[in-house]
């Protein structure tokens, strides 16, 4: 089967485009990401030769790195480009009303809305892991049916940038030009929007994709910080160097130039919900199988809600929506009891970070986590029908206590892992056309070594969504262009709304939802998952939240 098109560019598509199979792809954080994403993606290095679009365009000679937004290349004869928001001295425009999208359900692993980018009708990721549009062009002959890809010729409102950008995903390239237009989602509209119009890929997963584009909603300002952030580490490990009396390799030495190029321009971009004036919005995933998700811009604030409803939760770093955790555990007792199955983030370990990440279709943790986990499931002889004998999965965000059902972090495999997620999908596959009875259960968690500046790394991905309506306020200050991101969590209803927790979120435990079997193909992973270990020596960066 295949996705259907829109008979024209300016008709709503199909309510059912996601028919054909997506291949594995990264969550575009994955945006400088995907980011995951996911999610834009992740750039990772300059584009250097040819014009990317050309079908003759070399291969940047600087690595692939870990994040989004790493190299960039201005075209000739030109500068940066600010005169769209008065260098990068943002003002809201007045607040938006509140709207609320339909997210399409694919495979339960992906979810897509409808949006426009200069009046052409298009399916999208919105992905809190990443913090740029990322839009697949029709001059890219890898991207997908060139019917469903954008046009920028057939837009009244678009205009070219200045620079080129490449992105590394886990799962292949792309290159990118900066781009300018009018995207509309539902009744919300943002004039003048910047942008990464994919022009040239190296991803084969892209043809078949149920997306045209990623919008990446990640705190603001979050791509300069992390330009900074990426420029910060690589100077760090070229003071290294040079006190061990090494010569700097010319690449590192770029790379550092190359990120600070990049924080400079980014500081003149607009995010795209503050285009919209939007501040705050929300996502919730249904709990059954082929169930919708939702999101809803311009949300309610939760202080209106009935006192216990929403619980704040601080936002740990700068870059992204992450959060304290502590107390990674399988059983109802605390960290320390006896009877609990000790996961990591609390004693003497000390605590770790969460990224709440809409683009990433599972759970990540380290493996040292997925091995407890397998050990409790050998226990049940991994048979899917003793599921109700699994403990929920408990942990502390902030100080406060969470649960996710059995469901939520194990179920069956269906299909053959890409080579692309061989390194971070541990479980096995399966032909369940071969079978004859029902498949086994395995740990549905992705493997993420990934420290940080506040310990190890774990990605909240959709299952997190499933049981816990998600607000995320920006808090920017349409004044002085600041910023104060909060996020803020309730338990969800069946009809994916907040709802008062009784008596409180760790004892008002939801309904058993409906037993994941997940088609390796189709995930949607974050790019880091598979380039933790970038560096140019023997110095292990630490990926900032």
């Known amino acids: 089967a295949q996705a259907t098109a829109p008979t024209s560019r300016s008709e709503t598509p199909s309510r059912n485009p996601i028919s054909h199979p997506y291949m594995a792809a990264t969550s575009f954080f994955l945006l400088v990401l995907l980011t995951i994403v996911e999610v834009s993606g992740k750039p990772a290095g300059i584009l250097r030769g040819k014009h990317p679009g050309g079908g003759g365009a070399h291969k940047p000679a600087a690595k692939k790195h870990l994040l989004h937004h790493l190299g960039l290349r201005a075209k000739k004869g030109s500068q940066p480009d600010h005169s769209h928001n008065g260098a990068g001295n943002v003002a809201r425009r007045p607040g938006a009303k509140e709207f609320r999208s339909v997210l399409q359900n694919h495979e339960d692993v992906q979810y897509v809305t409808e949006i426009a980018v200069g009046g052409q009708n298009m399916y999208a990721v919105l992905d809190t892991g990443s913090f740029e549009l990322l839009v697949f062009s029709q001059a890219c002959k890898m991207c997908g049916r060139v019917k469903l890809l954008y046009d920028h010729e ?13 992105h590394s995903f886990g799962s ?40 045209q584009a990623i919008v990446g909603l990640g705190p603001a300002h979050s791509a300069t910080k992390l330009a900074e952030e990426q420029a910060q580490s690589a100077e760090e490990e070229m003071e290294e160097i040079l006190r061990e009396g090494r010569t700097v390799p ?80 399988l059983g109802h007792g605390g960290y320390m009891d006896p009877q609990t199955v000790r996961l990591g983030c609390g004693g003497q370990e000390g605590g770790c970070a ?130 104060q991101p909060k996020m803020f969590t309730a338990l969800a209803d069946d009809q994916c709304m907040p709802t008062e927790p009784k008596p409180s979120l760790l004892h008002s435990i939801p309904r058993r939802g409906h037993l994941m079997k997940v088609d390796p193909s189709q995930l949607r992973v974050p790019e880091w998952l598979s380039k933790s270990k970038a560096g140019h020596g023997k110095r292990k960066r630490t990926h900032h939240v």
């Not at 057939?154 to 490449?166: A, E, F, L």
Request: hydrophobic share 40%; charged share 20%.
């Open 154 to 166: 057939g837009s009244q409102h678009y205009r070219s940038g200045n620079i080129d950008t490449m």
């Open 172 to 211: 292949g390239d792309t290159w990118s030009h900066e781009a300018y237009d009018r995207v509309r989602v539902g009744q919300l509209t943002a004039a003048d929007q910047p942008f990464w119009e994919v022009v040239r890929s190296e991803m084969p997963v892209l043809r078949t994709a149920t997306f």
């Open 354 to 483: 969460a990224i709440l990440d809409t683009g990433t279709s599972l759970l990540a943790a380290p493996r040292s986590a997925i091995n407890a986990i397998e050990s409790a499931l050998m226990q049940l002889d991994w048979d899917c029908s003793r599921i109700g004998e699994l403990p929920d999965l408990r942990f502390n965000l902030a100080g406060v206590e969470y649960s996710l059902p059995p469901e939520s972090y194990i179920g069956r495999v269906d299909g053959e892992i890409p080579p692309a997620l061989m390194e971070v999908l541990h479980f096995h596959s399966f032909n369940s056309s071969l079978a004859e009875g029902p498949t086994d259960c395995q740990p549905l968690l992705m493997s993420l070594d990934t420290e940080t500046q506040f310990g190890p790394m774990y990605i909240l991905g959709l299952p997190f969504f499933r049981k816990y309506y998600t607000t995320f306020d920006t808090g920017v200050d349409g004044a002085n262009g600041t910023a």
């Open 250 to 329: 010319a690449d590192l030495a770029q790379e550092a130039k190359e990120f600070r190029e990049a924080a400079e321009h980014s500081r003149g971009k607009v995010d795209i919900y503050t285009n919209f004036g939007v501040q705050r919005f929300s996502v919730c995933i249904g709990k059954l199988a082929g169930d919708p998700g939702y999101f809803t811009w311009s949300d309610a604030d939760p202080a209106v809600m009935p006192p216990g409803t929403f619980q704040a939760l601080p936002v740990l770093g700068s870059i992204h929506w992450s959060v304290e955790l502590t107390d990674m555990r």
